[in-house]
């Protein structure tokens, strides 16, 4: 289930985020904290699992009916396709009427999801 990020998640959020190779030094890290908190436009989820514990993040921008997803990082005990599918599913169902999109690094993530959505 998806948290929307508030500042008690601070030291989560960025443990999650620092399992991006990108998001590895803690300047940059902050850097993308401060950016997403920065704008009305901009969210940051947090991942619960069925364990009740936090295992990944989700950044986006919500741009013209738009969601566009900069960041998914998950603990490594939850890396498979299917948390980041649920996740997607998730926000898709918080923003019903928005197109799902990605930055450079996501897409190819949104369009597997999207795929599989289709034949389902």
């Known amino acids: 289930m998806l948290y929307k990020y508030k500042d008690s998640y601070k030291k989560i959020a960025m443990g999650l985020l620092s399992f991006i190779p990108d998001l590895k030094d803690i300047s940059h890290l902050q ?3 401060d950016w997403y908190q920065k ?8 991942w619960k699992n069925e364990n009740g514990d936090f295992s990944g993040v989700v950044g986006f921008e919500l741009v013209n009916k738009q969601v566009i997803v900069r960041h998914i990082a998950l603990s490594p005990a939850e890396r498979n396709e299917g ?5 997607l599913d998730e926000l898709a169902t918080l923003y019903p009427e ?7 690094e996501i ?11 289709d034949g389902e």
């Open 31 to 33: 850097t993308e904290l």
């Open 39 to 46: 704008d009305a436009s901009r969210f940051l989820y947090l």
């Open 83 to 87: 948390v980041t599918y649920k996740i």
């Open 98 to 104: 928005a197109k799902m999109m990605g930055s450079l």
């Open 107 to 117: 897409a190819a993530i949104i369009t597997k999801w999207e795929q599989r959505k």
